[in-house]
């Protein structure tokens, strides 16, 4: 029966304990979000998924093994990444670091002390002028003795009115921001590989189109200047073809040029020193297909994306601080005490007649402190209410962002097939204007305007598909794409 009556006096005592906490337990404010993207986007784009979310390890899709090789070994080699989980740990120990009032705080002290007492002084004089009772005190004037003590010091502060679990509380919401912090470190790293890898590739395709140009150019030279040795073509027309041959040549070097500095930057981004990285020239279209994209419904981004993550964690670690700082405005209440052995001999020192001890319960009321609590609290209730708003705000940028990314995916998808049709149609020119040259029905500068609208016309169609490549990455980051979502979540 006791102890079914001990059970009941226990619960009840938690039961008064935690409705004593101050401040209110963290809920999620209410977001507007809406139903689905074609609200947002006005497109019907046929790639674009709202059934799957991307998976975790999204940059596979490209069904690139060098592009996610190097994407891996960033993930593992990169200084950016390696600092952010370094300041995770440094988060979970601050938690731990909060926690610690909860306990009892235990110190364990030992000393040794030769004491003379003054002649001219009264036994028990020093309780007047305030020290606390020990053997000189209440020693005989005159008179000298050694003193061995060992002590054992408890303090254990009571958290009636919750101010360490809310600083706990607060803490740990900062901890899990710092986490979300490092998954955004490691989304835009993986964002910046592919869009650095895609870059290089679109520079080897236009060094290819370059070097393709500048050997359809010499060759045409040699033609024309066959032509002109036999008469059937000016000199002029000599003169613009080397003019040509000198333009495309000239293209190589500064392609070149960007190509190595591109490189250079996926090393870095790799954990790798500039030059170390060996990557072969390849055409972009050759090495990357164009996936699909599983975006998810707009209410699944609000638990993927880290930036969204760490505002809301901000904003609990805010809430949670409001109730600390009221706590402030009540008594602390703690149990002190202290126990140990002291002898004036060290042969009795370890002996049961040298133990000693007090304990006993002590409380402070905050009387008046010069509106220290009162400014602690209006700075809690003003930071909630910044965080508030930088979350919302947060979710709209979010929106914002996947809204332009479809957009832009939309019209390049339409943009491509209208390049491509634009590029087949400039190759029959080029073809045309080449074989009505030779029959001599047109002049040179027919020749010369068909090359020049072919030559644009694919290298505006590389730069539309790396641009398309690279909305798409945009669009996996802004998805919050490249990390699993715990299945479940508790922001407190």
């Known amino acids: 029966m006791s102890t079914a009556a001990n059970s009941l006096a226990m619960m009840l005592v938690s039961l008064i304990l935690s409705s004593c906490v101050q401040g209110q337990d963290y809920q999620r404010p209410p977001v507007d979000v809406p139903d689905g993207w074609s609200r947002m986007t006005n497109t019907t784009d046929t790639s674009i998924s709202s059934n799957h979310q991307p998976e975790a390890e999204w940059w596979k899709t490209f069904q690139n093994e060098e592009l996610s090789g190097l994407i891996e070994r960033a993930l593992q080699q990169n200084h950016d990444v390696k600092r952010a989980l370094a300041r995770v740990l440094e988060g979970r120990a601050s938690v731990m670091s909060a926690a610690a009032g909860l306990y009892p705080q235990m110190n364990l002290s030992s000393s040794y002390s030769n004491i003379a007492v003054s002649k001219n002084t009264l036994a028990g004089l020093g309780l007047a002028t305030g020290r606390q009772p020990g053997s000189q005190v209440f020693a005989t004037p005159g008179t000298s003795f050694d003193l061995w003590n060992s002590a054992l010091d408890l303090r254990w502060e009571m958290d009636f009115w919750g101010r360490i679990r809310r600083g706990r509380e607060a803490a740990v919401a900062d901890a899990q921001a710092i986490e979300q912090d490092a998954r955004a470190v490691a989304l835009t790293l993986v964002s910046d590989v592919g869009q650095s890898y895609f870059r290089i590739r679109e520079l080897d395709e236009q060094l290819d189109i370059a070097k393709r140009t500048l050997t359809f150019r ?251 490549l690279t909305d798409m990455v945009g669009l996996f980051k802004a998805l919050g794409g490249g990390w699993a979502p715990s299945p479940t979540r508790n922001p407190t």
């Open 218 to 468: 010499q060759e045409y030279l040699e033609i024309i200047q066959k032509r002109a040795s036999a008469g059937l073509a000016s000199e002029l027309d000599v003169k613009r073809t080397e003019v040509l041959v000198a333009e495309a040549a000239g293209r190589l070097p500064d392609l070149a040029r960007t190509r190595s500095v591109e490189s250079h930057r996926l090393e870095v981004l790799t954990g790798m020193s500039p030059g170390s990285l060996d990557l072969h020239s390849k055409p972009l279209r050759a090495v990357v297909i164009q996936p699909n994209i599983p975006v998810g419904l707009p209410s699944q981004l609000l638990e993927r994306r880290p930036d969204i993550l760490q505002a809301e964690a901000a904003l609990v670690a805010s809430n949670a601080r409001i109730g600390q700082a009221r706590a402030y405005f009540f008594p602390t209440l703690s149990i002190t005490g202290q126990g140990g052995l002291q002898s004036v001999e060290f042969s009795n020192w370890f002996t049961g007649n040298s133990l000693n001890y007090s304990i006993g319960p002590s409380i402070i009321l905050p009387i008046f402190q010069g509106g220290t609590n009162l400014a602690r609290l209006d700075s809690a209730e003003s930071r909630h209410v910044q965080m508030l708003e930088n979350y919302q705000q947060t979710i709209l940028q979010a929106f914002r962002e996947v809204a332009d990314l479809l957009t832009s995916l939309s019209a390049r998808a339409e943009q491509l097939a209208r390049q491509r049709d634009q590029l087949a149609a400039a190759l029959d020119a080029v073809r045309l204007a080449d074989v009505r040259y030779r029959k001599g029905l047109v002049n040179y500068l027919d020749v010369l305007d068909a090359q020049r609208t072919a030559l644009a016309a694919e290298t505006q169609l590389v730069l539309i598909e790396r641009t398309r």
